[in-house]
C-alpha cells in the first residue's frame, strides 16, 4: 500500500485548499481513509475519516462545517475540501489507512508522505 498526499500550500485566512489522498498498489474496497495533521512540537490528531463501506464520514470538533471529506472512484482518490481556513489550520497534513474506524492514529497501518499546509496573511 503506498498513500500519497498533496494539494497543500500557502493560503489566506478565510481562503480554500482541497487536498489529495492518492492510492497506489492497492484499491480501496474496505477500511477507512483518514486525514491526520500535525503541527511543529504536537501530537498528530485526527481531522476526518471516511468508510469505504458505507461512506461514512467523522470530522474533528475543530474542522466541522469547513472541511469536507469525499472518495473519487474512479481515480481511487480521497479528498479533503477545506474551506474558510484559519492559523489554526496550519500543519503539516497525513493521509493513512486503517482497517477499523475513528481518528486514532494509532490505528492506522499505512501513511503517506505529508503535504504542508500554510494559513498566515
Known amino acids: 500500500v503506498q498513500l500519497q498526499a498533496f494539494g497543500g500550500g500557502l493560503v489566506q485566512p478565510g481562503g480554500s485548499l482541497r487536498l489529495s489522498c492518492a492510492a497506489s498498489?492497492?484499491?480501496?474496497?474496505?477500511?477507512?481513509i483518514g486525514w491526520f495533521r500535525q503541527s511543529p512540537g504536537k501530537e498528530r490528531r485526527g481531522v476526518s475519516c471516511i468508510s469505504r463501506a458505507d461512506g461514512g464520514t467523522y470530522y474533528a470538533g475543530s474542522v466541522k462545517g469547513r472541511f469536507t471529506i469525499s472518495w473519487d472512484n474512479a481515480k481511487n482518490n480521497v479528498y479533503l475540501q477545506m474551506n474558510d481556513l484559519k492559523p489554526e489550520d496550519t500543519a503539516l497534513y497525513y493521509c493513512?489507512?486503517?482497517?477499523?474506524?475513528?481518528?486514532?492514529?494509532?490505528?492506522?497501518?499505512?501513511w503517506g508522505r505529508g503535504t504542508l499546509v500554510t494559513v498566515s496573511s
Open positions: 493513512g489507512y486503517g482497517p477499523g474506524w475513528g481518528l486514532d492514529w494509532r490505528q492506522y497501518t499505512d
Open positions: 498498489g492497492f484499491t480501496f474496497d474496505a477500511g477507512v
